[in-house]
């Protein structure tokens, strides 16, 4: 039988990393937010000539646009953002760009003003409030039974947490460096997943339960490493097949869904980390009350490498 | 037993033909699938009325003069399905798939379409517009002891292009009753001055780019016309003025345009990932499960056509992001029949016989199944609330909608459908070899 439980600092040490590197990130390049949150202008064209995207910034810069935004999509179009532009700006902006790179075509235009831009990312916020609280109650009620019923509560949402702080970093990184942005499809995404990954550690901790009931040994380990392995089929088979289907989304739609599918794919694969090797070890731990522990075996591995 | 087990796939296999019948046929007078915006391109605007001139109380009988003015102007365009309705205090919402227009032609929609006319003000007067032909002050007359504004609110429906003797461009309009009176005070005044037209802030500009302010010849009490427009202005101005004027200027709060060539693309390319997405789902299913496996693969065809047959009859507006939930659902579908078919290997396992260890498998993965799906619910539930208190509503509610649909269909295929094969297949010759059933049955002690 696998020892997984026994490499759980391991998995801890991932983890911590992935999400230092998503924090760091997060501290200097900050997140980018959409139009739909922050207010202007989003144009999708697509140029009949090779253009570069540096030139493009360049001459759109020239144009008095200093604080355009261009993001060169995997299909060759371009999604240029600007400030809100009313259609004699736009119809402006885009003869100039014709005029410098030769014929180009609009696929999408999409305007939101300050009004109800304040407007979405207020609701926005709010119902990433009410689906942290609702998922709280999730919680609370499927975890009556167990033994403990805070301690996997906590671990739970601690999981949750992971997954989210993995997508921000995961966006901030990309919007660093491909000017990827929040919109709402992202917070669609990533409550989506956040409630996608919650069932997993359900099915895990179910599973503990269980095992417990049974009493298949007096070691809380040896339980949670059994529950582990059994449920192991089933997380990684639903996430598996939930992948294939996001990955065939990200290669055969991309463009303005590219996004939210990426979100998607990060987010579950977080979501299956995290329900598999974050939060049933958190159990452990606080069950044998290793915390100590796991501090002092940070600088041992630091030391061997 | 074998009688219930075939009366099930009787009554499995009639859905499916029912649902594949409304997927192919028009049934219910639904001929087609409702698509969104971002898939057959079009465009959705709303607007916000400047109601700050109005007076109160009358703030909603001003909004419906501006969606009948709305509605005047794009039913011309030919659009099948046309949205055009209030929205809130003082929003409109304008929704018109399909629609390919220029951005001209979107401003036109919005112009209020009122026509003023002006005299040249005197050095101590205010003026309301100013160009290079001098400051001017509305024309106005008394009538009936009330100062009145020469404007087009009373021109007749019936404004046209017509050519003049010298073959120029002229708008021809007729005054009603009050503007007979108005214009016939203001014309017998200003003989020989001229009358500047200004539309909004702006004078009406000539095909030669100059603003129009012809000279007053002759008293003018019914029928006018405006020269030197170019024809197209002409004709636009022409159409706008009998679709009627706004009551108020609107304003754009958000729009979004998409091209009908962009939308088909993307239907296309959401048909490739889920066909493409369904196929590798299948055979993983086929290899890790085997026969189970590839009857959940047949039940998953039965979900595709049972889910999209829903989206159709409800009907389900679909969006991009919509397709993306359908797809994602269809990774999640699986999820209940993996949970299955995992205790069914387990009851396998301690020693039970196939159709023991099935029911078994069903009974025991039934309460995962329900609580597992209880937070996908919550959160389409929030979402779909989000969805509809934004003005972006269509990706978000499409998304939802389609993921609740989805995830709930999957519980009756994993539950009914991929039981009922498998039970009927117990039933068979087959069923002996266990092999068929998992790779892992010789491992017992795992």
């Known amino acids: 039988m696998f020892d997984i439980t026994g490499k759980r600092f391991w998995g801890f040490l991932i983890a911590g990393v992935v999400i230092l590197i998503g924090v760091i990130s997060l501290a200097t390049l900050g997140l980018k937010s959409g139009i739909e949150f922050s207010s202007g202008s989003m144009m999708t064209v697509s140029f009949e000539e090779e253009v570069d995207q540096r030139s493009l910034e360049q001459e759109l810069a020239n144009l008095g646009h200093t604080n355009a935004i261009v993001q060169h999509t995997g299909a060759g179009d371009f999604i240029i953002r600007t400030r809100e532009l009313t259609g004699e700006d736009k119809t402006a902006l885009q003869e100039a760009l014709a005029a410098k790179y030769g014929q180009l075509t609009e696929a999408e235009f999409y305007s939101v003003s300050p009004m109800v831009a304040t407007e979405t990312a207020e609701n926005a916020a709010i119902a990433v409030g009410v689906a942290a609280v609702g998922i709280l109650l999730y919680i609370t009620w499927a975890f009556r039974r167990m033994p403990k019923p805070f301690r996997y509560g906590t671990c739970a949402i601690v999981a949750l947490v992971h997954d989210a702080l993995v997508a921000l970093g995961v966006f901030s990184i990309l919007g660093g460096i491909l000017n990827w942005q929040i919109n709402l499809m992202f917070i669609t995404g990533i409550l989506a997943v956040i409630g996608y990954s919650v069932n997993n550690t359900v099915v895990v901790f179910d599973r503990i339960r269980e095992n417990l009931k049974l009493g298949i040994s007096p070691d809380f380990e040896v339980i949670v490493n059994n529950s582990l392995i059994e449920s192991l089929g089933r997380s990684l088979n639903t996430s598996l097949t939930t992948l294939f289907v996001v990955l065939a989304l990200l290669f055969f739609v991309g463009s303005t869904i590219q996004n939210f599918a990426v979100v998607l794919l990060v987010g579950i694969i977080a979501g299956t980390y995290s329900s598999l090797f974050i939060a049933p070890h958190l159990l452990v731990v606080w069950e044998k009350g290793e915390w100590g522990r796991f501090i002092r075996w940070l600088p041992l591995r630091a030391a061997r490498a | ?446």
């Open chain 2, 1 to 446: 037993m074998t009688r219930r087990n075939i009366l099930a796939l009787m009554a499995v296999l009639a859905l499916f033909a029912f649902a594949v019948c409304t997927l192919v046929l028009p049934m219910f007078g639904r001929e087609q699938m409702r698509l969104g915006l971002d898939l057959q391109g079009g465009i959705h605007i709303v607007y916000k009325a400047d109601l700050s001139q109005v007076d109160p109380g009358e703030e909603a009988s001003v909004i419906d003069g501006v969606v009948a003015v709305l509605s005047n102007r794009i039913n011309p365009l030919g659009v099948t399905e046309p949205v055009i309705q209030k929205q809130g205090q003082d929003r409109i919402l304008v929704e018109l798939p399909g629609l390919s227009i220029t951005d001209k032609e979107k401003e036109r929609l919005s112009r209020v379409a009122l026509l003023e006319f002006g005299e040249l003000a005197a050095e101590d007067e205010e003026a309301k517009w100013e160009n290079e032909l001098g400051r001017w002050k509305p024309a106005t007359a008394v009538i009936d002891g009330e100062e009145k504004e020469l404007t087009s609110r009373y021109f007749k429906e019936n404004t046209y292009v017509a050519q003049d003797s010298m073959r120029g461009i002229v708008l021809r309009f007729e005054w009603d009753e009050e503007g007979s009176k108005i214009s016939e005070a203001v014309t017998s005044r200003l003989i020989d001055q001229p009358l500047g037209i200004f539309e909004g802030d702006e004078a009406l500009l000539g095909e030669d780019g100059r603003p129009i302010a012809p000279f007053v010849r002759s008293v003018i009490s019914e029928i006018g016309q405006i020269e030197g427009l170019s024809y197209n202005e002409a004709d636009t101005l022409s159409k706008l003025l009998n679709a009627g004027r706004l009551p108020v200027p609107l304003e754009i709060l958000y729009d979004q345009t998409v091209s009908p060539i962009l939308g088909a693309d993307f239907i296309d390319m959401s048909l490739k990932a889920g066909i493409i997405g369904i196929i590798v789902v299948m055979l993983f299913m086929i290899i890790y499960y085997r026969v189970p496996g590839a009857l959940a693969s047949l039940s998953l065809i039965f979900y595709g056509s049972l889910v999209l047959a829903i989206f159709k009859l409800v009907p389900v507006t679909l969006t991009l992001a919509g397709l993306g939930g359908f797809i994602l659902s269809i990774g999640m579908a699986v999820d209940a029949n993996v949970l299955i078919f995992e205790r069914m290997k387990e009851e396998f396992r301690t020693g039970r016989r196939l159709g023991a260890a099935i029911e078994a498998g069903f009974d025991r993965a039934w309460t995962a199944i329900r609580d597992s799906n209880v937070t996908t619910f919550i959160v389409c539930g929030i979402l779909y609330w989000l969805g509809s208190s934004i003005v972006a509503s269509a990706p978000v509610m499409g998304f939802a909608l389609t993921l609740f649909i989805g995830v709930a269909v999957s519980m009756f295929t994993a539950i009914v459908v991929t039981r009922t094969l498998l039970r009927l297949f117990v039933g068979s010759r087959l069923a002996r070899r266990t092999s068929l059933f998992t790779v892992y049955t010789g491992r017992k002690n795992v």
